[in-house]
């Protein structure tokens, strides 16, 4: 496994870190792999009652590593963009696997939680958030849209209104709004936030491991999410195309304003 990404278990509890600190957990390839193989190996060890998935350093996760963006034409060959629907299938299948693991999975946010960094949260059951965390879905800034599950967990938690809102302007909102609107389970002091987590695992464990798991699938059963998937990576592989992504990357990457003109 990537040393991007640690695993450690603690009785029945199982811990995915991610371990990028000096880049605020900025998710780039060899991340997202590492998160796949963690929750493979999650899946397969015996007798645990919760996964954690938590960031080292100052911040949760920044979102993606956007010069990962811009290295796709050297991984995928010169027609990248064509080819986006399998590229995009690959990102949501990590956090699609991590969703339907039958434990309850639970995500500590702190500092920062922005992009896919937010889609990975909305693929875990339960969000505590630090005091102070900001979050977002900066990526109609970078003229794509979330494509990982953000666009559609988003919207099956508070509402088409709410999550237009929030992805039409891409802007940060803080833990206190996010668990007002139902994004987060419960904001609580930064230091109090594993304490906090394993205080809920306590409760978990008087409940029935079958009975939790089957309540899971039901749950998530009742939304449509393979179809908004499918819909996201329609969209993106559109949206990769243009001029305006170009753009909005090249703009992230100069630390300057872009200038979107529609193509």
């Known amino acids: 496994m990537s040393e991007l990404i640690q695993t450690q278990q603690r009785e029945d509890i199982f811990e995915i ?10 998710i780039n390839r060899e991340m997202l ?6 929750v493979s190996q999650a899946n397969r060890t015996p007798n645990l009652r919760a996964v954690l998935v938590r960031g080292e350093g ?9 010069s990962a963006l811009l290295g796709l034409a050297q991984e995928y060959g010169p027609h990248w963009q064509t080819r986006m629907h399998a590229i995009t299938d690959e990102f949501q299948g990590v956090l699609t696997r991590l969703e339907r693991l039958e434990l309850p999975t639970i995500a500590l946010l702190h500092g920062y939680c922005l992009g896919l960094a937010l889609e990975l949260a909305l693929a875990c059951d339960i969000r505590l958030a630090a005091d102070g965390t900001r979050l977002g879905l900066p990526e109609t800034r970078l003229g794509i849209i979330p494509d990982v599950g953000g666009t559609t967990r988003l919207t099956r938690l508070v509402g088409p209104g709410r999550a237009k809102e929030l992805i039409f302007t891409g802007r940060q909102f803080d833990a206190e709004n996010a668990a007002r609107w139902g994004i987060v389970n419960q904001v609580v002091p930064a230091d109090e936030l594993l304490n906090q987590a394993e205080a809920l695992v306590g409760e978990l464990r008087q409940a ?3 009975a939790v798991g089957m309540a899971k699938r039901v749950i998530d059963g009742l939304a449509d999410i393979d179809r908004g998937l499918m819909l996201e990576g329609w969209a993106q592989s559109e949206l990769f195309k243009t001029e305006d992504f170009m753009e909005g990357a090249q703009a992230f990457m100069m630390k300057r304003p872009p200038e979107f003109k529609g193509r």
């Open 17 to 26: 870190v991610l371990n990028r600190p000096e880049k605020r957990n900025a």
């Open 33 to 38: 792999a590492g998160l796949d193989t963690a």
């Open 58 to 66: 100052a911040a949760f996760s920044a979102g993606i590593d956007v």
């Open 208 to 210: 029935a491991p079958l």
